[in-house]
């Protein structure tokens, strides 16, 4: 059976605009470093014991000798192991996306927005069918350039799981816009245009695990009358509007309910 030792006051945090680091350290038996690894990194199922805090997750893991064998102090995670000893390192990380800071409260359901890459996309339309204002409406001449700026942001939506994720639903979802409102978004006015998942083990324990889900979202929203303007619309140049244009019932892009990320997150 396989167990390991931690050292008393082994863990030291340290906080700062990297995000959240911690250290700490154990007392291994030479010949289980191996499994000590594998209880870090290895597979595992089941649903996540720790808090609903975002935890740090291990990026590095270092095996040393112990100098000082017998004046070792240990608080023991399970049965003393068996020597030769070695002592192992970990080095745990939370980002400073996912860290909060000292004395925060933690966002509900442990989801993350941020904001990458917000632009304007120039869209050129022709001036056929407009005119200046006036009594005369005087067209406007063919060579005038007409245009109209989109504003369009990426997004970067990361949701903390206690499972992993169900990659057949949400492969279905790629590509598709919002079917309703989604964190605070009007319908159909994000993208969704990939998704990347890994498991994190919580410096807690080793046996503690989260998944992490990173929704990478485009952002495509105008306002037209008080009623949003997404990626289903387009401009009409005869009449000076943003409408929805249908072939056999469909829009241009199909949408999903975004809702099932947050129902993995238990919200």
């Not at 996912?98 to 993350?112: F, I, S, Y």
């Not at 079917?179 to 080793?206: C, D, H, I, M, N």
Request: some cysteine; overall charge negative; aromatic content about 10%.
């Amino acid at each position: 059976m396989f167990s390991f030792t931690e050292l008393v006051g082994s863990s030291t945090e340290e906080w700062s605009s990297d995000g959240l680091r911690v250290r700490r350290r154990f007392l291994v038996a030479w010949p289980k470093r191996q499994e000590f690894v594998h209880a870090l990194w290895g597979p595992r199922s089941g649903k996540d014991p720790a808090s609903s805090l975002p935890e740090p997750y291990p990026v590095a893991i270092r095996f040393m000798p112990v100098t000082d064998e017998p004046s070792l102090s240990t608080t023991p995670e399970g049965p003393s192991p068996a020597g030769p000893f070695v002592q192992a390192e970990v080095d745990y990380h939370l980002p400073a996306t996912t860290a909060l800071a000292p004395g925060r409260q933690p966002l509900p359901g442990d989801v993350h927005l941020v904001e990458q890459k917000p632009q304007l996309v120039r869209l050129f339309v022709s001036p056929q069918g407009w005119h200046w204002p006036g009594p005369a409406q005087l067209p406007l001449p063919p060579d005038v350039p007409l245009a109209v700026e989109i504003p369009v942001c990426e997004y970067l939506v990361t949701i903390r799981l206690p499972l992993e994720p169900p990659w057949d639903l949400l492969g279905e979802m790629r590509g598709k816009v919002n079917g309703r409102t989604f964190l605070g978004f009007p319908p159909e006015t994000v993208l969704l245009v990939g998704l990347e998942g890994k498991p994190l083990w919580a410096a807690s324990g080793p046996t503690a695990r989260h998944w992490e889900l990173r929704c990478h979202l485009v952002e495509r929203c105008l306002w037209q009358a008080g009623q949003p303007v997404g990626w289903n619309h387009l401009f009409r140049p005869d009449t000076g509007r943003w409408e929805r244009p249908l072939a056999a019932g469909q829009t241009l892009y199909a949408s999903a309910d975004f809702q099932l990320l947050l129902d993995l997150a238990g919200l």
